[in-house]
């Protein structure tokens, strides 16, 4: 189970990924997987927050847009975009968003 | 299972809600689902995604930020609000964001 992530102080970023998979696994896990640990790797990565039932929502947050930018030129996460738009999602949505503000429990 | 939202074109806000449940029910289902329909008449509001699969990811999309806090501040919000710290979440976590860039498939 995905637990919540332990962010700085705002400002930082989110990138929210909604989306609908394809049927079949056809690689998919073992890459999701693998991407949840490179992006962990990466400068600026802050903590992600995913889960699916249907529909998927993954929150990864970021340090700054250029740490956001950089993961996204990832050679091997470009390799697993492009086979996310050839086969892995039916549909899917990326939102860059700042956050401003946080509080919580 | 929820959909994808159709937001307009940003700049819009992001209300990003993530929580771990308490156990059972003690009338969660029937609230989460009031306050979804009623978040739906609040001006200003876009859309709303929500996925739980042990961890809860609920992210709703307003048009500015005083339409969140005129959510925030709904009586009946309020009173789930405060059912949810005494009752119904053992850890929470919100951010309000402000979505700059958006694309999808």
Chains 1, 2 share one sequence.
Do not use: C
Request: charged share 25%; hydrophobic share 35%; aromatic share 12%.
């Amino acid at each position: 189970m995905s637990d919540i992530a332990s962010t700085p102080r705002p400002p930082y970023y989110a990138v929210i990924f909604s989306s609908h998979r394809t049927e079949g696994d056809n690689g998919y896990a073992e890459m999701a997987d693998r991407m949840v640990d490179l992006a962990a790797l990466q400068p600026g990565f802050l903590g992600i927050e995913s889960v699916r039932d249907g529909l998927g929502l993954t929150v990864s947050y970021w340090d700054s847009v250029g740490a956001i930018r950089d993961w996204k030129r990832n050679a091997e996460h470009q390799v697993a975009q492009e086979r996310g738009r050839s086969a892995w999602y039916s549909g899917f949505k990326v939102r860059i968003a700042r956050v401003e503000r946080d509080y919580g429990l």
